[in-house]
């Protein structure tokens, strides 16, 4: 399988450069850029059919980097996360083609986009140091590029410029980490290899320490809070179908490095491990989704989900960690389960809300939820999806998003059960009661996002969207919505394709376990297709009584209005106005009124409300403007004389070899 993993990169770039040089021969770009998402369809295909009998494969040649050898290699952990990339990348590369209308994308755009699929592929199979740092790079800045592919607007590049920082932040963390991990094989080519940090015997003490800087340095991609801040500014900049593959697998990314670094330390797990994952899942599934909720933009909204979702998988990893350090199989299975499953459901459902995203912006011209409305009936393919992955994502049955947290509930439920002290029920009922607010706060965020775009009229007269999209951007998402049915019903299909990451995490402990799993999974594929059946069944019937009974649609009861104005309706900030307000202190919710304070008001008022993230405008602002001020007093250092510029390069040279003599 990795050499087919290995000719799909070559495609990839080929076709990448090919697109760059003939970029205004726009049938051939046409050509060229199907041929990734058939590429990638076919690996896909291949990859889940032969993951039932899949033996881990590598790759080691040499290389004329310093300390270093070109070592790759698949397991079934790289594997399972590729599934999810390679069905992104089919559908977002399809959509790609016509989200640009009649004005072409910039010369170097699907270049940069199949270096971004390049090097998330090489991140997943990369098996030393050097080879997966410099991935990481072609991965961050490509994405980079992506971001600022629009970068006349300000805010777009200083969206990129944010995002480039924090990726660069997160790269000096991952750097000391692998350093501490290589530490005890001296400066040989063993210490930048991953063989050698699996086979090691680590300290407590700096076991502790590598996790530490692993948690930053992955965090800074992966997303969770307070790591965030370059989400909700990178995803509105990027295309739509570039937020698709970035919120969708890009930052999981990071959650597959910290898996990774995990794996390395699984003879290391500890209580205290545990909770950490737990307390950084817990707030940011609770303090995102709470920041989506007050969100007025679609794609900023949609960012700030993401938080939430990979607090819910740093939930699943805690109670994985947590069941293993406890000697709890089952709990530690039912956890890494649903956190691995969340991994590839939620690229489903929010690859899905992106490129719907991505459809009502392209046909209305803004992503502004309060100057939208009524877009059902003009796009109702659209529609349609988009509430499929609403749904998908607050965790309600059918779709795929239920199956995981449902896989993470059970653990801590079986947590909650258990004899053996207080400390295992006590942490694991803190699971149950923050994913059961999580799941609640998202079904009101995205009940707000469905009902106020797409239900109801227009609220600005200039939104007249011409239909639904073109059809290679339904095709796209129309693929994905496919997968997410497929993983909602029929999610027993998943579990053989967790057995192999399990053993990995668990370090062998689920052998015995996955029987629950089966049995679970068997059970919710059993009932969940019998009620969508029965679902169908009432709506054709409603639709044919109606039909029948001559009953016609009329406008709904204004309460005494006779000529109900669209500004009558919900808008997004009175939607959620009950949770913003309760939770005001969390969010820094700000509410503005102009107007007079008169009973019968002659002037209309206006009323508006926003949230404010105050990890951005008043942590690392605060610490950019502090570090601002320390770097400008070596300024001097920077003379712009050429003459002591060699001097510094004699003097660097001279401290390293001193440097190498006494160590």
Not at 324 to 331: A, K, L, N, Q, R
Not at 536 to 563: H, N, Q
Not at 621 to 626: E, G, H, S
Request: hydrophobic residues 55%; glycine residues 10%.
């Amino acid at each position: 399988m990795l050499k087919f993993i290995i000719i799909y990169l070559f495609i990839l770039i080929a076709a990448g450069i090919i697109t760059t040089v003939i970029h205004k021969r726009k049938k051939t770009v046409k050509f060229l850029i199907p041929l990734i998402s058939i590429a990638a369809g076919l690996l896909l295909v291949y990859t889940v059919m032969g993951f039932r009998s899949f033996q881990p494969e590598s790759l080691k040649t040499g290389w004329s980097m310093p300390l270093a050898d070109i070592e790759i290699a698949l397991d079934s952990l790289s594997l399972f996360i590729m599934v999810p990339l390679l069905i992104l990348t089919a559908a977002t590369s399809i959509y790609g083609l016509q989200y640009f209308g009649t004005t072409p994308p910039g010369r170097m755009h699907w270049l940069n986009f199949s270096l971004l699929t390049a090097g998330m592929i090489m991140v997943l199979i990369s098996r030393n140091v050097l080879l997966f740092m410099l991935s990481w790079e072609i991965m961050s800045f490509s994405s980079f590029l992506l971001v600022i592919s629009n970068a006349e607007k300000d805010s777009i590049r200083r969206a990129g410029w944010i995002y480039l920082i924090s990726a660069h932040l997160g790269t000096a963390f991952l750097f000391t980490a692998f350093f501490l991990l290589g530490k005890g094989a001296g400066y040989g080519s063993e210490s930048f290899s991953f063989s050698y940090f699996s086979a090691q015997n680590l300290s407590a003490a700096r076991a502790n320490l590598i996790l530490i800087f692993a948690l930053a340095g992955f965090g800074l991609k992966a997303g969770f809070i307070p790591f965030h801040i370059w989400l909700p500014l990178a995803h509105p900049a990027a295309p739509s179908h570039v937020s698709a593959l970035m919120s969708g697998i890009m930052i999981k990314m990071g959650i597959y490095g910290i898996l990774r670094v995990l794996s390395f330390l699984s003879d290391q797990y500890t209580t205290w491990w545990a909770v950490m994952f737990i307390t950084i899942g817990a707030a940011s599934g609770i303090i995102g989704i709470m920041f989506a909720i007050g969100q007025h933009d679609i794609k900023r909204l949609l960012a700030y989900s993401s938080v939430e979702n990979i607090g819910i998988i740093m939930l699943g990893i805690g109670l994985g960690i947590l069941g293993v350090s406890t000697g709890h199989p089952m709990i530690s299975t039912f956890g890494f389960a649903g956190a691995l499953l969340h991994i590839l459901n939620h690229a489903l459902f929010k690859g899905l809300l992106f490129l719907g995203a991505g459809a009502v912006i392209r046909q209305n011209g803004t992503g502004e939820i309060d100057t939208l409305g009524g877009l059902l009936k003009k796009m109702p393919l659209t529609g349609t999806l988009f509430l499929a992955a609403s749904i998908a994502i607050s965790g309600l049955p059918l779709f795929n998003g239920f199956i995981s947290e449902i896989f993470i509930y059970a653990g801590a439920i079986t947590g909650v059960l258990i004899d053996g002290g207080a400390v295992l029920p006590l942490i694991s009922a803190l699971i149950v009661m923050s994913l059961a607010l999580i799941g609640g706060l998202a079904a009101a965020c995205f009940a707000k996002v469905f009902g106020v775009i797409f239900q109801g009229s227009p609220r600005m007269s200039r939104i007249k969207p011409n239909g639904d999209v073109p059809a290679l951007m339904r095709g796209g998402m129309l693929f994905v919505a496919a997968f997410l049915l497929i993983t909602g019903l029929f999610s027993f299909l998943l579990v053989p394709l967790l057995e192999g990451p399990l053993l990995i995490m668990t370090a062998g402990e689920s052998a015995g376990h996955m029987a629950p799993l089966f049995e679970l999974s068997k059970s919710l594929s059993r009932i969940l297709p019998f009620i969508l059946g029965i679902i169908i069944l009432f709506t054709i019937a409603g639709s044919l009584r109606r039909r029948k009974r001559g009953i016609r649609p009329s406008e709904t009861w204004g309460c005494g209005y006779t000529r109900p104005e669209p500004s009558m309706q919900y808008t997004a900030s009175s939607f959620t106005e009950p949770i913003t307000e309760q939770f005001s202190t969390l969010t820094a919710s700000r509410r503005k009124r102009e107007g007079g304070t008169e009973l019968f008001p002659v002037k209309p008022w206006i009323f508006s409300s926003n949230s404010n993230d105050w990890f951005l405008s008043g942590i690392f602002i605060r610490l950019a403007k502090v570090l601002d001020k320390l770097l400008s007093l070596l300024r001097w250092f920077q003379c712009g004389k050429a003459g002591i510029y060699v001097l510094y390069i004699t003097a660097a040279v001279i401290i390293l070899f001193i440097w190498k003599f006494i160590i």
